[in-house]
C-alpha cells in the first residue's frame, strides 16, 4: 500500500527566505508524483508534475526534485513571499494497477512579511 | 477552456437527507476522479470513472455512496441518509485519458448538521 508523508506538517518563515518542503513514499514503483497548492476553502493548483524518469522539474521560483529509488521529493521555494502561505501536497501515482493519486496530508506554510 | 467545474461549492443538509455533488470535467475529459478531504486530512481517493462506466470504486464506502457519469451530463456523487461524519470537502479531477495529469475543480463542501 503506498504511503505518503510529508514533513514538516507546519512551517513558518520570514519573508525572502528560501524554503525546502518534503514528500517521503513508500513504494517507489511511481508513474509520477505532482506537488500542488491548497489555499484555504479553495482547489487545488498543480504547481510542478514530475515523471517517474525525471529527476526535477522547474517553475519560476518553484524547483522539485525526484529521488525514485529513496521514496523521496523536494519541493524548493526560492525567495519566499507572503503570496506563497498556503498548504502545499504532493501526490504520487502508482506504476501499474489504478490510476488514482495517493496525498500527503500537506505543509502549512506561512511566509510572514 | 473552462477548468473542471463543481456545484455546489457548499451543500448543507440534515442528518438522513441526500446530497447530490456534480462535477463538470474539462471539455473533452472522458476521465472523472472523486477525492474526499476530512478535516485535518489528506485528500483520499474514492472513485474513477470514464464515461458511463466505473472503472475503480475502491475508496469508496459500499454503502450510501455512489457515483455515475452519464453520456451526456456532469459527474454525479450521491450520497443517501447523510451522517455528521460525511461533512468534508469533496474535489473531483478530471483528465483526457488514463495516463495524463488530472485537473482538479474548488470541491464541494458538505456540512451534515
Known amino acids: 500500500k503506498q504511503e505518503v508523508t510529508q514533513i514538516p506538517a507546519a512551517l513558518s518563515v520570514p519573508e525572502g527566505e528560501n524554503l525546502v518542503l518534503n514528500c517521503s513514499f513508500t513504494d517507489s514503483a511511481i508513474y509520477n508524483l505532482q506537488w500542488f497548492r491548497q489555499d484555504p476553502g479553495k482547489g487545488l493548483t498543480s504547481l510542478l508534475l514530475?515523471?517517474?524518469?525525471?529527476r526535477e522539474q522547474t517553475s519560476g521560483r518553484l524547483n522539485a526534485s525526484l529521488d525514485k529509488s529513496s521514496g523521496r521529493s523536494t519541493l524548493y521555494i526560492a525567495a519566499s513571499q507572503p503570496g506563497d502561505s498556503a498548504t502545499y501536497l504532493c501526490?504520487?501515482?502508482?506504476?501499474?494497477?489504478?490510476?488514482?493519486?495517493?496525498f500527503g496530508t500537506g505543509t502549512r506554510l506561512t511566509v510572514i512579511p | 477552456n473552462a477548468g473542471v467545474m463543481q456545484n455546489p461549492r457548499h451543500l448543507v443538509r440534515r442528518r438522513g437527507q441526500e446530497a447530490r455533488l456534480r462535477c463538470s470535467p474539462m471539455?473533452?475529459?472522458?476521465?472523472v476522479y472523486w477525492y474526499r478531504q476530512l478535516p485535518e486530512e489528506g485528500l483520499k481517493f474514492m472513485v474513477y470513472l470514464q464515461k458511463e462506466n466505473i472503472i475503480d470504486e475502491s475508496g469508496m464506502p459500499k454503502e450510501r455512496f455512489s457515483a455515475e457519469f452519464p453520456k451526456e451530463g456532469p459527474s454525479i456523487l450521491r450520497i443517501q441518509q447523510v451522517v455528521r461524519g460525511d461533512s468534508a470537502a469533496y474535489f473531483c479531477?478530471?483528465?483526457?485519458?488514463?495516463?495524463?495529469?488530472?485537473?482538479f475543480g474548488p470541491g464541494t463542501r458538505l456540512t451534515v448538521t
Open positions: 471539455k473533452g475529459h472522458s476521465h
Open positions: 479531477a478530471s483528465s483526457p485519458s488514463r495516463d495524463y495529469e488530472q485537473y
Open positions: 501526490a504520487v501515482r502508482r506504476e501499474t494497477g489504478a490510476n488514482n493519486l495517493f
Open positions: 514530475i515523471q517517474s524518469s525525471q
